[in-house]
T-cell receptor, first 112, second 114 residues
Framework: QQQVKQSPQSLIVQKGGISIINCAYENTAFDYFPWYQQFPGKGPALLIA?????SEKKEGRFTISFNKSAKQFSLHIMDSQPGDSATYFC???????????FGSGTRLSIRP | ETGVTQSPTHLIKTRGQQVTLRCSSQSGHNTVSWYQQALGQGPQFIFQYYREEENGRGNFPPRFSGLQFPNYSSELNVNALELDDSALYLCASTQWAGSGNTIYFGEGSWLTVV
């Protein structure tokens, strides 16, 4: 049972462009939606997170857009840089628990 | 730097053997979780320990077991290894799981079963 669906599986963006990754969730009890960035050989690192009572959260070049009624959320990376090349995972969890449900990941490549 | 240290970083085991993976968390992090990440997939939750007691488990068989110690270290034990157990095993810790506290991941232990 895939509770968090993520797309696309892979994404190639030109330097300076906007990278967009989409996710959808099923369980309306989730109340915390983090995004993780993972470089090869490293563990996932928290990038940005949002709660469902907020429709958008921005931190630097990274923005989460959240649509509670559609049960969808997305990550936008503005002015994408080669250093952003990594695998990105959307996720969902209950804020009162540490179990994280991860999406299947998006391998992002930024072309110079 | 997440303050979560895992060992060993890489290891190779034979099918049927047993393996112990270790994790050292930040001081004060009394909640630790273990995840399995197969190649090209997202991490899958194995189980969680809070104050040395298991208090949540994913869809993994009993041959996956764990321990958490008072000094903020923990272990993941896997018995009767199978080829499909080959994966990156991640340890994650947090101060406590409430209010969406940040969960910190270690860099993982790569297990290859041959």
């Amino acid at each position: 049972q895939q509770q968090v669906k993520q797309s696309p599986q892979s994404l190639i963006v030109q330097k300076g462009g906007i990278s967009i990754i989409n996710c959808a969730y099923e369980n309306t009890a989730f109340d915390y939606f983090p995004w993780y960035q993972q470089f090869p050989g490293k563990g996932p690192a928290l990038l940005i997170a949002i709660r469902p009572d907020v429709s958008e959260k921005k931190e630097g070049r990274f923005t989460i857009s959240f649509n509670k009624s559609a049960k969808q959320f997305s990550l936008h990376i503005m002015d994408s840089q080669p250093g952003d090349s990594a695998t990105y995972f959307c996720a969902a969890r209950y804020s009162s628990a540490s179990k994280i449900i991860f999406g299947s990941g998006t391998r992002l490549s930024i072309r110079p | 730097e997440t303050g979560v240290t895992q060992s060993p970083t890489h290891l190779i085991k034979t099918r049927g053997q047993q393996v112990t993976l270790r994790c050292s968390s930040q001081s004060g992090h009394n909640t630790v979780s273990w995840y399995q990440q197969a190649l090209g997939q997202g991490p899958q939750f194995i189980f969680q320990y809070y104050r040395e007691e298991e208090n949540g488990r994913g869809n993994f068989p009993p041959r996956f077991s764990g321990l958490q110690f008072p000094n903020y270290s923990s272990e993941l034990n896997v018995n009767a290894l199978e080829l499909d157990d080959s994966a990156l095993y991640l340890c994650a810790s947090t101060q406590w799981a409430g209010s969406g506290n940040t969960i910190y991941f270690g860099e993982g232990s790569w297990l290859t079963v041959v």
